[in-house]
């Protein structure tokens, strides 16, 4: 199975500063169509996971511009909020779908300092 | 707009089964697939397997090959994911959620949750 490895475990943030959330694949996520499958999920406490980002940087509408998506070299990536606010507080998943069977990285607890 | 829900909580005996609902609306429901994920308190999410509405055939993460069954009615646009020898570390909260292509089975739009609880 893929294994995607998140850092940090756990990221207190002061309002507006901004964060960083990394993950790491121990394969390629790249699919023949050319494109690299890897995506970010929020889950609010108490809430169902939302998808904010797919192939790497593509934003869901609705979204705000403050979340990011970025790759490293093909199996790192990088979830970037600009200025967290209070409605970032949560757990963020990183997942890959493309190979069998998908998974989860295992979540950053994002938290006000 | 996009819709899943799924339907209530439920309370089993360790070595029965459940049955948990997913109903659709607001999309054309056969392109699509569902996919199950769960997640046990205070933990993670572990995808379980997932259904293509169009066809019905459905496949499972091994963990669950031999204990899952998803099934999909098109009549009612909603599909059932029944879990069968519920043991204690089966309770968590089941998600569906909606795979918009089958290359990559990550999902856009999720269910409420449905929280079952496995006690003796």
């Known amino acids: 199975d893929v294994v995607l490895t998140q850092s940090p475990l756990s990221l207190p943030v002061t309002l507006g500063q901004p964060a960083s959330i990394s993950c790491t694949s121990n394969?390629?996520?790249?699919?023949?169509?050319?494109?690299?499958?890897l995506n970010w999920f929020q889950q609010r406490p108490g809430q169902s996971p939302r998808r904010l980002i797919y192939k790497v940087s593509n934003r869901e509408p609705g979204v705000p511009g403050r979340f990011s998506g970025i790759s490293g070299s093909g199996t790192d990536f990088t979830l970037k909020i600009s200025r967290v606010e209070a409605e970032d507080v949560g757990v963020y998943y990183c997942?890959?779908?493309?190979?069998?069977?998908?998974?989860f990285g295992g979540g950053t607890k994002v938290e006000i300092k | 707009q996009v819709q899943l829900v799924q339907s209530g909580a439920e309370v089993k005996k360790p070595g029965a089964s459940v049955k948990v609902s997913c109903k659709a609306s607001?999309?054309?429901?056969?392109?699509?697939?569902i996919s199950w994920v769960r997640q046990a308190p205070g933990q993670g999410l572990e995808w379980m397997g997932w259904?293509?509405?169009?066809?019905?055939?459905?496949n499972y993460a091994q963990k669950f090959q031999d204990r899952v069954t998803m099934t999909t009615d098109t009549s009612t646009s909603t599909v059932y994911m029944e879990m069968r020898s519920l043991r204690s570390d089966d309770t968590a909260v089941y998600f569906c959620a909606r795979v918009p292509v089958s290359w990559d089975l990550s999902s856009d739009y999720w269910g409420q949750g449905t929280l079952v609880t496995v006690s003796s």
């Open positions: 607001g999309y054309s429901f056969s392109r699509y697939g």
């Open positions: 997942m890959q779908g493309v190979h069998w069977p998908p998974t």
């Open positions: 259904t293509s509405a169009y066809s019905g055939n459905a």
């Open positions: 394969q390629s996520l790249l699919y023949s169509d050319g494109s690299t499958y």
